[in-house]
């Protein structure tokens, strides 16, 4: 049975929901599934917008034979070469023997090495940069987007209804539920953590390749976006593309904000992390969130970070250095090219304490982090007696902040 929906008249979402998926990239959670977005335009010539995963062909398929009602596919553009939408391509070339498929060289190189069959070069449109494809009354114009996320990647842009097909650029994890458009959604309160989690974990590397993207499509006249994941944007466009500039330039999402995360084997150094929390909610503070690196998946962990303008990372010392789970998320965080943050480090160790200036190596080795030489390094367990020092740090924070 199809399953579709029109942008307008004569472009169409043809794409799949996946509820199954528990790991995006066998990575990243996905509590509420991801769609994979696919889009057929009807002209005086036919095209198909990428495809799907792998576990999503068939309903692809349906949809794209139902749109076409009997006319022939002529062409296929892949703006993104990455399995999670390529894989439906080979099964329509094979359905659609007349239809090309439209890439850059890059889109060919990757072709050739996922699938095990060749492509006549009768069948391959190369495009470059600022190409269009004519399809009759739409003119597609290829622009190209290495590097968001992967070197191949080109949003098409449909001069004629100001539609930006746009790639993994603007996408989110989320089903759509039949809902494909950011005016059918509550985002900002159901969408809005999942977005900036796919962002910052997929993209979050390639924030300057992504600025670049932005001042290109600043020279658009943009009607709609449609990214390969997630809704089509036709109503709040500038909010979310403000959202984008914001985690792509790696500035702070939310002024005012602290995460604390931290790690502990027996409780102590939670317990410092929950006694810092009150002192900075009794100081007048509001956006506190305290998170057991153990505890919570580190994606949700690096969204937060890109969030946040104050980050207080806590962990005990293990064999001779960092707590391995704090290690792993602080080197997740300097592969994603978190900067510009404020920092507060706690250390803690029993006979010879190390965390803190591990903690405090590794974040200086990131671009702009801003760690405060007001920090603490505790042997076992804070006392009372000494939350002079723990109220000294949430004195630091509070004045850092301007507060
Ligand atoms: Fe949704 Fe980069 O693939």
Redesign the pocket.
């Known amino acids: 049975m199809q399953a579709t929906r029109k942008l307008n008249d004569d472009i169409i979402w043809v794409g799949a929901d996946d509820r199954r998926l528990h790991l995006f990239e066998n990575l990243y959670p996905l509590p509420h599934g991801v769609s994979?977005n696919a889009y057929l335009i009807k002209d005086e010539k036919t095209v198909l917008l990428d495809t799907v995963d792998e576990s999503a062909i068939s309903q692809l398929i349906e949809n794209v034979e139902h749109v076409l009602n009997g006319r022939k596919l002529d062409y296929i553009i892949v703006n993104?070469m990455?399995p999670?939408?390529c894989k439906g391509i080979k099964r329509i070339l094979e359905l659609y023997p007349d239809c090309k498929m439209v890439g850059n060289v890059t889109t060919f190189k990757f072709f050739d090495q996922l699938f095990d069959t060749t492509l006549s070069d009768e069948r391959k449109v190369v495009v470059k940069e600022g190409d269009i494809l004519d399809l009759g009354s739409h003119k597609l114009r290829f622009i190209f987007a290495p590097m968001v996320?992967?070197p191949e990647?080109m949003l098409t842009y449909d001069e004629k209804d100001k539609v930006l097909f746009s790639?993994?650029a603007f996408?989110t994890f989320g089903t759509l539920d039949g809902n494909i458009f950011d005016d059918e959604i509550d985002f900002n309160s159901s969408w809005l953590t999942d977005a900036r989690r796919y962002y910052t974990n997929?993209v979050g590397k390639y924030g300057p390749q992504t600025q670049a993207v932005l001042k290109k499509a600043a020279n658009l006249d943009i009607a709609m976006i449609a990214p390969?994941?997630g809704p089509v944007w036709r109503n709040k466009l500038g909010m979310f593309v403000e959202k984008y500039d914001i985690w792509s330039s790696y500035r702070v999402e939310d002024p005012g904000s602290v995460v604390i995360i931290y790690g502990s084997m027996y409780g102590n150094t939670q317990e410092m992390c929950e006694a810092l929390a009150c002192m900075l909610g009794d100081m007048g503070l509001k956006k506190i969130k305290v998170y057991d690196v153990s505890e919570t998946e580190k994606s949700y962990l690096i969204a937060e970070c890109f969030r946040c303008e104050h980050l207080v990372f806590a962990a005990p010392t293990y064999n001779n250095g960092l707590y391995p789970k704090m290690k792993e998320f602080i080197e997740d965080m300097k592969m994603l090219n978190l900067q510009n943050r404020k920092v507060t480090v706690l250390g803690n160790g029993t006979w010879a304490p190390q965390s803190g200036k591990c903690m405090k190596e590794m974040l200086s080795e990131m671009k702009n982090m801003d760690i405060s030489s007001v920090d603490i390094t505790v042997k076992s367990r804070l006392k009372d007696s000494e939350a002079g020092f723990l109220k000294d740090i949430a004195n630091d924070i509070v004045s850092r902040l301007g507060k």
């Open positions: 994979y993104h990455e999670d939408h996320h992967w990647v790639a993994d996408g997929i390969l994941h």
